[in-house]
């Protein structure tokens, strides 16, 4: 199983981005996929996740992103993208997917699966 993120890179504060993680290898419609983020110094923390099929799809975000980045799916079920809009400079983080057959817990960075991480810096 891989995942792979890319999307990643500089950009003022106020603009956009939009991650996007290719997953192979497993039927990812059965697994939640989520994003995390890790700045220097600091724990890896949760953004965003998409839960599996068989729990509706549901989408949760952390209280530091909502209503600024949104998590979604491709039709193919094995891309995961995270549009970041009116980033900010404590946005600066690298950017990590990951999978998981998880139900509750989304939060917590134990998933089974990783991507390699994306960085993305917002500058001031």
């Known amino acids: 199983v891989q995942l792979q993120a890319s999307g990643g890179g500089l950009v003022q504060a106020g603009g956009s981005l939009r991650l996007s993680c290719v997953a192979s290898?497993?039927?990812?419609?059965?697994?939640?996929m989520a994003w995390f983020r890790q700045a220097p110094g600091k724990e890896r923390e949760f953004v965003a996740v998409?839960?599996?099929?068989?729990?509706?799809?549901?989408?949760y975000y952390a209280d530091s992103v909502k209503g600024r980045f949104t998590i979604s799916k491709g039709n193919a079920e094995n891309t995961l993208y995270l549009q970041m809009n009116s980033l900010k400079p404590e946005d600066t983080a690298v950017y990590y997917c990951?999978?998981?057959?998880?139900?509750?817990?989304?939060?917590?960075?134990?998933?089974?699966?990783w991507g390699q991480g994306t960085q993305v810096t917002v500058s001031s």
């Open positions: 998409i839960t599996n099929n068989w729990s509706g799809g549901r989408t």
């Open positions: 990951a999978a998981d057959v998880r139900r509750s817990n989304y939060a917590i960075p134990s998933y089974e699966y």
């Open positions: 290898g497993r039927t990812f419609s059965t697994y939640a």
